[in-house]
């Protein structure tokens, strides 16, 4: 899954966060819905422009968002 084919972010659309094309959707709030335990069918049925494929666009844009974050660990003592 490309998540590029179905997210864009544009500074003139929700502040510039992404979200699906041609929608005002945003990742984040997908990804809130999911975590809250809304099952797909239910977002599907609450906002009907979206597909399937967006909800896996939005977990495969968070995936790959996670993957460039880079963990720098502090040892226990240090401040």
């Known amino acids: 899954m490309d998540w590029r084919e179905h997210i864009e ?3 003139d659309i929700m502040m510039g966060k992404p979200v699906i ?3 005002r959707l945003t990742v984040e709030l997908i ?3 999911l975590g809250d335990g809304w099952p797909m069918q239910d977002i ?3 906002y ?6 967006h909800i896996q666009a939005a977990q495969a844009y ?3 968002y996670l993957a460039m974050d880079e963990t720098v660990f502090q040892h226990a003592g240090a401040r």
């Open 9 to 11: 972010q544009n500074p």
């Open 48 to 53: 009907p422009d979206l597909k399937p494929e």
């Open 31 to 33: 990804l809130e819905m």
């Open 44 to 46: 599907l049925s609450s």
């Open 62 to 64: 968070a995936s790959a």
């Open 21 to 23: 094309k041609g929608t």
